[in-house]
């Protein structure tokens, strides 16, 4: 069972323009969340989707940031006129449920997206 | 608000040390509490996993401990290795999945 993949590896683009960051899960997980982590510091939740739904984006910059996990296919943060502070690790993780009590399952990440504004 | 702070920043040891991390969260009502490893460029490697209701587990020469009504974690490696080396996450989880970091804890253990 592949673990949870992330592309690009590395993207680097310059100031206004878009950056679109991709997630598979691992197979079988319905739950998708994603991290964003400036130098020396930890990762900061920014969303959580289920397919076709965003559960919680409380994490989220208001402007230029989105994100979807479509019925088919990968999970996709886009930033929209990029500026050199979203120059950061973006990580993706996912889990299979929410758990057996219906409480929190364990995350699995992927090994993150950097992204370089230039 | 819940924050999540570990300490120390860094630390450097010899090889063969016993050494803790430490972890500190404001909010105790946590659902569960997980320590992490991350390698310079990779992604997260799960090390332990503790239940709210849980006090302590073990994974080898890991040792996490849990105390909800303090607020803390720690994280105990036994005789350390070189290869111990990379910044240890704590993350604590309070519900719907949503996990709150520390900054982290840059270990370097010198041979």
């Known amino acids: 069972n592949a673990g949870v993949m992330q592309n690009p590896r590395h993207l680097v683009r310059r100031r206004g323009q878009e950056a679109r960051l991709r997630c598979s899960p691992m197979?079988?997980?319905?739950?998708v969340y994603w991290y964003r982590q400036l130098p020396e510091e930890g990762l900061k939740f920014m969303v959580y989707?289920?397919?076709?739904?965003?559960?919680?984006e409380s994490g989220m910059p208001k402007e230029r940031f989105s994100a979807e996990f479509p019925k088919e296919g990968p999970s996709i943060l886009r930033i929209q006129q990029v500026v050199r502070g979203d120059s950061a690790a973006y990580f993706c993780?996912?889990?299979?449920?929410?758990?057996?009590?219906?409480?929190?399952?364990?995350?699995?990440f992927g090994p993150g997206t950097r992204l370089t504004v230039l | 608000k819940q924050e999540v702070t570990q300490i120390p920043a860094a630390l450097s040891v010899p090889e063969g040390e016993n050494l803790v991390l430490n972890c500190s969260f404001t909010?105790?009502?946590?659902?569960?509490l997980q320590w992490f490893r991350q390698d310079p460029g990779k992604g997260l490697t799960s090390l332990l996993l503790?239940?709210?209701?849980?006090r302590e587990q073990t994974s080898g020469r890991l040792n996490a401990s849990l105390d909800k009504s303090s607020g803390r974690s720690t994280l105990y490696i036994a005789a350390s290795q070189p290869g111990d080396s990379a910044t240890y996450l704590c993350?604590?989880?309070?519900?719907?999945?949503?996990?709150?970091f520390g900054s982290g804890t840059k270990l370097n253990v010198k041979p």
């Open positions: 993350a604590v989880v309070y519900n719907f999945n949503k996990f709150y």
């Open positions: 993780a996912s889990s299979p449920s929410l758990g057996g009590s219906g409480g929190p399952d364990t995350q699995y």
């Open positions: 503790i239940q709210s209701s849980q």
């Open positions: 989707l289920q397919k076709e739904n965003i559960i919680d």
């Open positions: 909010d105790s009502a946590i659902y569960n």
């Open positions: 197979k079988g997980h319905s739950h």
